[in-house]
């Protein structure tokens, strides 16, 4: 009986062992992936997501002008080579892409063109704390309009530098409104701020005594240098004293 538990334990030993050796000897396979199937999704989808690049279809003619600029402009990520590549793979495979145009979107309302085309890529926020001239706004909206031809019919140019500068202002404001509710009145009663008037330098103050007391209670900044420089301008704007 001895001699058969011995030759059990053996056995147990010797099939443990046997497993864990041919496990140690197989081979890890390659942990799997999806690969690109075509040049253009990797080269065109580092700067751009693909949905915007065929929002709009465009002639033969128009794609192989989009794929030079993006040449031109990044000589190092798209050969000359493999931008022929990519225009025979999009001219070859999205011939829905070339062979109808899309009807472009029209707007009455500048607010909703400017949503429409600015907001694709940029955050409002970004846009409308942008304190700028409405030179500065054509020289902006121009430049965007270069970057993305696509996203721009040359009679929306002046609808949004206009929009811009006249109403940038009033929904600059608001956007700063929207920062004092959530950095200000998230512990302050509304009156209590509202119906205060102090000059500049003491609007200055309290907003910095406040930097200073939520960083050593939630050991961070609840304030940007930006949001501070925005929520004081608005602070004296409102309820500044006269002789500011």
Known sequence: MKSFSTLVIVLTIYVLFTQTYVQSQEVEEPFPYESWKYLYEPKCSKCHPLDRIFEDPKSKEE??????????????????????????????????????????KEYADARLLFIDRCTV????????????????????????????????????????????????????????????????LICHDAGRIFLERKSKRDWEKTVTDMRLITREKL??????????????????????????
Not at 230 to 236: A, F, M, N, T
Request: aromatic content about 6%; overall charge negative; proline content about 3%.
């Open 63 to 104: 794609w192989r002008s989009c794929i030079t600029k993006m040449i031109e402009k990044s000589p190092s990520w798209i050969t000359p080579e493999e931008g022929e590549q990519i225009i025979t793979e999009i001219l070859g495979t999205r011939k829905d892409e070339t062979e109808s145009f899309a009807e472009r």
């Open 121 to 184: 890529c940029h955050s409002a926020d970004r846009i409308l704390l942008a304190n700028k001239t409405g030179e500065e706004w054509q020289e902006t909206v121009t430049r965007m309009r270069d970057n993305a031809p696509e996203m721009f019919l040359e009679e929306d140019l002046p609808v949004i530098i206009a929009y811009l500068t006249e109403r940038g202002t009033i929904m600059r404001d608001d956007v700063v409104a929207q920062k004092i509710v959530d950095k200000c």
């Open 219 to 244: 050991k961070k900044d609840w304030f940007t240098h930006h949001e501070f420089k925005i929520i004081v301008d608005l602070l004296v704007k409102t309820q500044g004293l006269e002789s500011d």
